[in-house]
């Protein structure tokens, strides 16, 4: 019974790349004919695919870059409350969890340094 399962001879594939409803993408390869989803999609070309692929990896990089930016704004805000608040520098940059450029003293007053 094994033996009619497991074909030896029956090793070439063929490539299909999915397009799922929820825009999700995925790359399938068979030996039987077109595969069967596991989820509603329709089988699209390959340019179709990398296209759609690209765009989830832009938009996947867009949100990274909103969260990193929403990250500094957040830590910045609180590094500058720290040294408004005369905390050293240092002590400032950990409290916060800020790690960006240190801030230039807006005119008239200093940034505290560090003890």
Not at 78 to 100: D, H, I, K, N
């Amino acid at each position: 019974m094994l033996a009619q399962l497991a074909d030896p001879g029956d090793t070439e594939t063929t490539p299909y790349w999915v397009i799922y409803e929820d825009g999700s993408v995925g790359h399938v390869a068979t030996t039987g004919g077109a595969p069967e989803l596991a989820k509603p999609g329709r089988l699209v070309t390959e340019a179709e695919y990398q296209e759609r692929a690209g765009q989830l990896a832009a938009d996947r990089q867009a949100y990274l870059d909103a969260l990193a930016a929403e990250d500094l704004a957040r830590t910045r805000a609180a590094y500058e409350a720290f040294l408004a608040a005369s905390f050293p520098e240092a002590v400032a940059r950990q409290m916060s969890g800020y790690t960006g450029p240190p801030l230039e003293p807006v005119s008239g007053q200093s940034v505290p340094a560090d003890s």
